[in-house]
């Protein structure tokens, strides 16, 4: 059974400080995604992760892959409360047209 | 505007009364896909579609039926629905091209069965 496994599942941090999210999956794949879903709304896409080594910054966001490890992680550098949301990765397997999805990490900034 | 469009945004039904939640994108996509999200378990493919006429199963099929009849919609059905069907359910589409592009995900259909 595939399975991609987030985290930590809740995180709540100060303002200013750097966490990172780990995203760890049992099959073999170079396609990871990253999204974010804020309270209520829908899932919008971040980062797409498409090889080993793969590295992808947005902001105060930073994705990276390794394959051979089978983890991804999504470091967050100097948080702000802007970025209270909760985090999925993605899987899509190297065979297959399935994706499968982490379990999401609630990340909450406080002031 | 490029977007996924699901209908309807809420939904209240009872036992066994059929319903359909529609999915519809405007971006010329080939795959298409649905979830539900419950809490602590994320995301969960329930059937996806790569082109008109194709449709697979994901992980929690049981319950659900969908149609891909024209490239742009993919409605969910729910012949039966039962309790444990309550959900929030998203559809979301990909071009897919070369396996690269993410999905884009509509805005979701809270559903209550009672």
């Known amino acids: 059974e595939l399975k991609v496994e987030q985290n930590p599942l809740f995180l709540s941090m100060q303002e200013g400080k750097n966490y990172t999210i780990y995203c760890n999956y049992s099959t073999t794949s170079d396609r990871l995604y990253w999204y974010r879903q804020d309270p209520g709304k829908s899932l919008e896409s971040l980062f797409v992760l498409l090889s080993n080594g793969a590295v992808k910054q947005e902001g105060r966001l930073m994705a990276s892959l390794d394959t051979k490890a089978r983890l991804s992680t999504l470091h967050i550098t100097a948080a702000v409360h802007d970025l209270s949301a909760t985090y999925f990765c993605?899987?899509?397997?190297?065979?297959?047209?399935?994706?499968?999805f982490g379990t999401g990490t609630s990340l909450t900034v406080i002031p | 505007e490029a977007q996924v469009t699901q209908n309807p945004r809420y939904l209240i039904t009872v036992t066994g009364k059929k319903l359909t939640v529609t999915c519809s994108q405007n971006m010329n996509h080939e795959y298409m896909s649905w979830y539900r999200q419950d809490p602590g378990l994320g995301l969960r493919q329930i059937y996806y579609?790569?082109?008109?006429?194709?449709?697979d199963k994901g992980d929690v099929p049981e319950g659900y039926k969908v149609s891909r009849k024209e490239k742009r919609n993919f409605p969910l059905i729910l012949e039966s629905p039962s309790p444990n069907q309550t959900s929030l359910y998203f559809c979301?589409?990909?071009?897919?091209?070369?396996?690269?592009?993410?999905?884009?995900f509509g805005n979701g259909t809270r559903l209550t069965v009672t």
């Open positions: 993605a899987v899509l397997p190297s065979t297959g047209n399935q994706f499968y």
């Open positions: 979301a589409s990909s071009p897919l091209l070369y396996r690269v592009s993410p999905l884009h």
């Open positions: 579609s790569m082109n008109v006429e194709v449709t």
